[in-house]
T-cell receptor, first 111, second 114 residues
Framework: QKEVEQDPGPLSVPEGAIVSLNCTYSNSAFQYFMWYRQYSRKGPELLMY????GNKEDGRFTAQVDKSSKYISLFIRDSQPSDSATYLC???????????FGGGTRLMVKP | ETGVTQSPTHLIKTRGQQVTLRCSSQSGHNTVSWYQQALGQGPQFIFQYYREEENGRGNFPPRFSGLQFPNYSSELNVNALELDDSALYLCASSLDRGQNNEQFFGPGTRLTVL
């Protein structure tokens, strides 16, 4: 079993929809949680970075962490076609910043 | 501020050959991490360099090796290439090596092994 699980999708939604992306993890040593967006044939781009359980909001994006359930989410409000990409969750342990990634969820927002 | 750059963009090699990939870190960043991303999968950590020394390694064989230079740029070397080494190789730099330092990724080098 992988340390970080993520539904690969693809997830197809109409423009303007609220998107929910999720990851579960098995190792309670993970303390820092990130969401990256990756367009085709590009490197990952950091979207959100969180530490504690709870919500963090940045524009149309909200990251949610529930450490007790080992579950993290990314919500995208008013989704746009330009949001079409692969979304990767990532996390690291207390020591060092070697990231462990989920497999990515491919999102398609249709006009 | 210059972001993370990688070269070459694409590379085709044959099985058994050796390859060197290069990465220039973002200005002011002293930590570089390398990741391998197979098609349709998330990146997997290869190793990290901090101030020219290896600072952690993932589950990759010794034929994957690296270097970091005094200007904090870095190289990834892979010997005895195998077909499964075909992937996107990503370099990420961060301000420091602590766990609360964000990592910024380059565009990657796409390696194809035939």
């Amino acid at each position: 079993q992988k340390e970080v699980e993520q539904d690969p999708g693809p997830l197809s939604v109409p423009e303007g929809a609220i998107v929910s992306l999720n990851c579960t993890y098995s190792n309670s040593a993970f303390q820092y949680f990130m969401w990256y967006r990756q367009y085709s044939r590009k490197g990952p781009e950091l979207l959100m970075y969180t530490y504690s359980s709870g919500n963090k909001e940045d524009g149309r994006f909200t990251a949610q962490v529930d450490k007790s359930s080992k579950y993290i989410s990314l919500f995208i409000r008013d989704s746009q076609p330009s949001d079409s990409a692969t979304y990767l969750c990532a996390m690291n342990r207390n020591a060092g910043n070697m990231l462990t990634f989920g497999g990515g969820t491919r999102l398609m927002v249709k006009p | 501020e210059t972001g993370v750059t990688q070269s070459p963009t694409h590379l085709i090699k044959t099985r058994g050959q050796q390859v060197t990939l290069r990465c220039s870190s973002q200005s002011g960043h002293n930590t570089v991490s390398w990741y391998q991303q197979a098609l349709g999968q998330g990146p997997q950590f290869i190793f990290q360099y901090y101030r020219e020394e290896e600072n952690g390694r993932g589950n990759f064989p010794p034929r994957f090796s690296g270097l970091q230079f005094p200007n904090y740029s870095s190289e990834l070397n892979v010997n005895a290439l195998e077909l499964d080494d075909s992937a996107l190789y990503l370099c990420a730099s961060s301000l420091d090596r602590g766990q609360n330092n964000e990592q910024f990724f380059g565009p990657g080098t796409r390696l194809t092994v035939l």
